[in-house]
T-cell receptor
Framework: AQKVTQAQTEISVVEKEDVTLDCVYE???????LFWYKQPPSGELVFLIR??????QNEISGRYSWNFQKSTSSFNFTITASQVVDSAVYFC??????????????FGKGMKLTVNP | DSGVTQTPKHLITATGQRVTLRCSPRSGDLSVYWYQQSLDQGLQFLIQYYNGEERAKGNILERFSAQQFPDLHSELNLSSLELGDSALYFC?????????????FGPGTRLTVL
């Protein structure tokens, strides 16, 4: 079965610091998708990025960047110049096939980021 | 705003009761997923529907059931509630429910069983 490990459970930084959230995954699938979701204090789950297993190109979106390395089964997320609004729980997730072409998401336990002013 | 709506936002009930959680997917999405988020289990997949048909089941208890209606909204029914059922229940939707899709989540329904 698929597994997602977010070793860090909680990080506290001061505004404008850079912070990297680690994600390590296990899968036997050759084709899979990785995701990051953000859960702010209000509770909803917000989609941030999707990456397929064939695309190891790093991605940058504003202050957010993602580093996907198949060789180490990692999909790390970096926030540059963090802001108070980045305070949230961040989840890494991996698709798992359920048969019949259906998929579910397997989530890591989440990492709580607190950005202090 | 993901476009997925869930009602109610909060639900407080007693043990042994039955509740219904409702979800409307994003416009154009045919597949609906239900997930449970609890402190001890984290985020766990419960069940998936596609265009009215059940497609996949996860760790869903027999006391729980779901359905997707012709207008594509979905309901999750929880019965004989126990204290341990207290959790945040999310609905997600995607276009056709396959790995090429992204699942977009609703705001969740927080269930408290007293």
């Amino acid at each position: 079965a698929q597994k997602v490990t977010q070793a860090q459970t909680e990080i506290s930084v001061v505004e404008k610091e850079d912070v990297t959230l680690d994600c390590v995954y296990e899968t036997r699938d050759t084709t899979y998708y990785l995701f990051w979701y953000k859960q702010p204090p209000s509770g909803e789950l917000v989609f941030l990025i999707r990456r397929n297993s064939f695309d190891e190109q790093n991605e940058i979106s504003g202050r957010y960047s993602w580093n996907f390395q198949k060789s180490t089964s990692s999909f790390n997320f970096t926030i540059t110049a963090s802001q108070v609004v980045d305070s949230a729980v961040y989840f890494c997730a991996l698709t798992e096939g359920l048969g019949g072409g259906s998929e579910k998401l397997v989530f890591g336990k989440g990492m709580k980021l607190t950005v202090n002013p | 705003d993901s476009g997925v709506t869930q009602t109610p936002k909060h639900l407080i009930t007693a043990t042994g009761q039955r509740v219904t959680l409702r979800c409307s997917p994003r416009s154009g999405d045919l597949s609906v997923y239900w997930y449970q988020q609890s402190l001890d289990q984290g985020l766990q997949f419960l069940i998936q529907y596609y265009n009215g048909e059940e497609r996949a089941k996860g760790n869903i208890l027999e006391r729980f059931s779901a359905q997707q209606f012709p207008d594509l909204h979905s309901e999750l029914n929880l019965s004989s509630l126990e204290l341990g059922d207290s959790a945040l229940y999310f609905c997600a939707s995607s276009v056709v429910g396959r790995r090429t899709d992204t699942q977009y989540f609703g705001p969740g329904t927080r269930l408290t069983v007293l």
